[in-house]
């Protein structure tokens, strides 16, 4: 049970193809955001579509294969944790962060 304490999975489409750095130390970072959609019918009838975006973040390997596949708008799986930091802006306000650290992708979409 103990890998169920923070664990995320989620199923979505990324909005931008990611972005990649390589740090200072040699450790490839990527960043994405991912949306998920959720559907469901309002008191009229009406199909309403609710979208979450997720900040998702990458290290080493895993920065490598989203480098490689992740396109914007081609549906990935995920797994990770989340993680919450925080950073002063420029402007002296403490600023909060909540992401999800991939360990693994799905690639779900069609081939190009």
């Known amino acids: 049970m103990n890998h169920l304490r923070n664990r ?8 931008m193809d990611p972005e990649v750095k390589v740090l200072e130390n040699g ?5 994405v955001a991912l949306a998920t959609n959720e559907s469901y019918k309002n008191a009229k009838g009406e199909k309403i579509t609710d979208t979450q975006w997720h900040s998702l973040v990458a290290w ?5 294969l989203m480098e490689k596949y992740v396109r914007k708008g081609k ?6 944790k989340l993680v919450t930091r ?11 962060v909540t992401e999800v650290v991939v360990n693994e992708i ?5 081939k190009a």
């Open 75 to 80: 549906e990935i799986g995920i797994e990770g």
């Open 86 to 96: 925080n950073y002063e802006a420029a402007n002296g306000e403490k600023r909060y």
């Open 27 to 31: 450790n490839k970072l990527a960043k």
């Open 60 to 64: 080493g390997k895993t920065a490598d």
């Open 8 to 15: 995320v999975q989620l199923i979505g489409n990324p909005g």
């Open 106 to 110: 799905l690639l779900l979409g069609a």
